[in-house]
């Protein structure tokens, strides 16, 4: 059982041969080769049925798959809607008719962190899709060419790793301008190189093996090659990365919303009413209460989930 | 290890040209025209003309970007288009606020985090070290605005036990030498405000702490854990030595080479996490000033701000490794 879920640390410990998701840990599940004539069906199986009989990764699996759930049918199941205001009731503390109270226009805080599930789990979930395409793209090329590409591309991801990430966000944003859209774009481009470094690492121990030079010899293209053979093999540090960032995104965009830059009103998102919670503190502690146990829980989740996913792939980290 | 020290500053040097060149992309992507920015809203045509002449605005790019990298490299901002001050002068002045807000983190976090993950190493599969590690991923998974709006709520405005934000108290006089608030007490022997700054400081620090903390913690457990099955360690337990010496000389010390990499790797989501708790906590420093400034489009404050911090990123991560490669004799410097 290893270590880290922050994907600061991701970020910049997995080029540094760290101790996260070493690169090596494809070597432990090469049981999977396509290449070597076996089907990978075997190596998924068991690492399902490790994750089955993970209790905390299970809880991890059914809060998140409650938390699609609510997103799904949010708009059905919101008591109030969300958007209304109604300065009459404005900072009601929570009672019957508004559960978890209303915030400074009067609007119901309850449905407010209901119809957020929404955005929560889409600036989790798109800039991590965005982030695992362009950098597994990248990774490929790099790790797989070496040399001049490898440079080229290692570099521009070592510029990526010089900025903090909520300054790289800042930045981003500051050229984009203010929205969840381009908070999606920003905290993708954070991703980027852990997703690169990760895919590179892997990529370089894997071609190195006999499967690999055996479909060079056959005469099969680089394109079947990088596909079939080495992305087939690489996957399981890369859906590791996936699920522990999806947590740690949905933090970044709820920073990002929280300073200002994020989804602007009047919509909800769980960063921006703990903005305006931190505003009526004193007299509203609901307001900034409740969405932001929402993106613990949230976040939690996908930690919990993630961790155990990379125990069940990687049994020799237990 | 001089050749050690000079060879990665080398190796630093194509990162921070790749830093200035990006930010200096970046600059020309923001949309409006930075002349317009600079000369004010209000500004005639021939104001704006003036400004477009005076910053070498209407130059090619090349021209631009080389005078963007003398700018850079003799930290000559210009001044901030809302308070008018040269932006050098601001960013020293919040520089320091920031930088002690993280290490004051810093130093909590190795407090707490390393016995926490010891124990739970040499406790394993015990209830103490499920415990722990529970406690660790709930630190992870919590953003710090929040923490720190639970606990001003509860410590401050509930018990009164801090005050509610900024940064020393009002009415205290400190003379500034260095921008950071407790030395600055310190060095002049200023013991109201060292009282009162540290009281300012210890929230915010300790909100800022918690992830860090949760990733020490949980690195030092699994490092502990291999270290623990070594066999020296056998040997020390065999001849007879103490358990509590056996964890704490022979063990940690080991265990503890790859946390001094993690501490590196933690000041980027440290100063992040500094930014984000400064305008919880209402605190003056880098973060309140980056944001305020993209807010106005205060290109000045913006290129300032992120090529400072970036730059100080890359020179600690540089110091890191220095020390990394100074505490394990088995890495060469070469």
Redesign the interface.
């Known amino acids: 059982m290893a270590i880290d879920t922050n994907a600061q640390t991701t970020r910049a410990a997995t080029g540094q041969g760290g101790h996260i998701l070493s690169p090596s840990v494809p070597s432990a599940i090469e049981p999977t080769l396509h290449g070597a004539g076996r089907t990978s069906a075997g190596l998924w199986l068991d690492a399902g049925r490790r994750l089955v009989h993970d209790p905390a990764a299970m809880v991890g699996l059914i809060v998140i798959a409650l938390l699609v759930l609510v997103a799904l049918v949010a708009p059905a199941i919101v008591p109030h809607p969300p958007n209304d205001q109604s300065f009459r009731i404005k900072l009601e503390p929570p009672g019957a008719t508004h559960l978890l109270g209303t915030d400074e226009f009067g609007r119901d805080v309850l449905s407010r962190v209901l119809i957020g599930t929404r955005v929560a789990l889409g600036v989790g979930i798109f800039p991590v899709l965005i982030a695992l395409i362009i950098g597994v793209t990248l990774g490929l090329a790099a790790g797989y060419y070496g040399r001049g590409v490898d440079q080229v591309i290692m570099r521009l991801i070592d510029v990526l790793l010089a900025f903090p990430w909520l300054l790289l966000a800042i930045g981003i944003m500051a050229v984009l301008g203010p929205g969840i859209n381009n908070v999606v774009i920003a905290v993708a481009i954070v991703y980027i190189p852990a997703f690169a470094r990760i895919v590179r690492g892997s990529v370089l121990s894997i071609k190195e093996k006999e499967y690999v030079e055996a479909a060079r010899a056959m005469g099969q293209p680089d394109s079947v090659i990088i596909v079939k053979h080495v992305l087939a093999n690489a996957w399981a540090p890369i859906i590791v990365l996936s699920t522990l960032s999806i947590g740690q995104a949905i933090i970044y965009a709820a920073g990002l919303s929280f300073i200002g830059l994020g989804t602007q009103p009047p919509n909800a998102d769980w960063g921006v009413m703990l903005s305006s919670g931190r505003e009526y503190l004193r007299d509203a502690p609901w307001l900034g209460f409740f969405p932001g146990f929402a993106i613990l829980i949230t976040v939690l989740a996908f930690n919990l989930f993630g961790d155990g996913l990379r125990d069940a792939l990687d049994p020799r980290l237990r | 290890m001089t050749t050690y020290v000079i060879r990665r500053l080398l190796l630093a040097l ?3 040209l ?2 200035m ?3 200096f992309v ?1 600059l020309q ?3 409006g025209d930075p002349a317009v920015a600079l000369a004010g809203e209000k500004a005639s045509v021939e104001q704006v003309e003036r400004i477009r002449e005076e910053f070498g605005l209407n130059r090619p790019l090349p021209v631009q970007y080389a005078y963007f990298l003398k700018s850079a490299f003799t930290l000559e901002f210009g001044d901030s288009l809302r308070t008018h001050q040269p932006v050098a002068g601001e960013l020293r002045q919040f520089f320091g606020a920031t930088i002690e807000l993280s290490v004051a983190a810093l130093i909590i976090a190795l407090i707490i985090g390393i016995p926490a993950g010891v124990v739970a190493a040499t406790h394993r599969s015990t209830a103490l070290d499920y415990g722990t590690m529970i406690v660790a ?2 630190g ?4 710090v ?2 923490a720190g ?2 606990l ?2 509860i410590l401050s ?1 509930r018990l009164g036990l801090f005050p509610i934000g900024g940064i020393i108290g009002t009415g205290i006089k400190l003379d500034r030498i260095t921008s950071a608030y407790v030395v600055d007490s310190l060095l002049t022997a200023n013991w109201a405000a060292l009282r009162s700054s540290l009281h300012h400081l210890i929230l915010p620090a300790f909100v800022l702490s918690t ?1 860090p903390m949760a ?1 020490i913690a ?2 030092t457990r ?2 502990m854990l291999e270290v623990l099955g070594q066999d020296y360690l056998r040997t020390a337990r065999a001849k007879g030595l103490e358990d509590r010496l056996v964890v704490t000389r022979h063990a940690l010390k080991n265990a503890l080479i ?1 946390i001094v ?2 501490i590196g ?5 440290l ?3 500094a ?2 708790t400064e ?2 906590f209402g605190r003056p420093g880098l ?1 309140r000033y ?2 305020a400034g ?2 106005a ?1 205060d290109y000045p404050v ?1 290129q300032g ?2 090529l400072i ?2 730059v100080g ?2 020179l600690i991560n540089l110091l890191v490794d220095v020390a990394y490669a100074a505490i394990d004799p088995r890495i060469h410097y070469t």
């Open positions: 194509p990162v921070l790749g830093i060149t990006a930010v970046l992507l923001i949309p991923l709930i992870i998974s919590t953003p605005f929040w709006i639970v001003i709520y405005f992830i990733i949980r690195l699994s490092s790859p990499t993690a790797l933690q000041f980027g989501g100063l992040s996490g930014f984000l305008t919880v973060g980056v944001v993209i807010g489009r913006i701000t992120v911090v970036a990123f890359v």
